[in-house]
């Protein structure tokens, strides 16, 4: 599993990838995405769009 930090402090959400699913938020407010969907969300911010 790997763990991202998005502010790199310890206090703020992170995003966990775990082979078929990637785990963004913290408890209470997380989001839950397949791989699949994951690769879409990242084309969709590197391209722009989002």
């Known amino acids: 599993m790997k763990i991202v930090e998005l ?3 310890g206090h703020c959400p992170v ?3 775990d082979g078929e699913r990637v ?3 913290e408890k209470g407010n997380l ?3 397949t ?4 690769e879409v969300l990242k084309q969709k911010v590197l391209s722009g769009e989002i």
Not at 35 to 38: L, V
């Open 35 to 38: 791989a699949k969907e994951w």
């Open 7 to 9: 502010c790199g402090k």
């Open 15 to 17: 995003v966990k990838l």
């Open 23 to 25: 785990e963004i938020g």
């Open 31 to 33: 989001c839950v995405l």
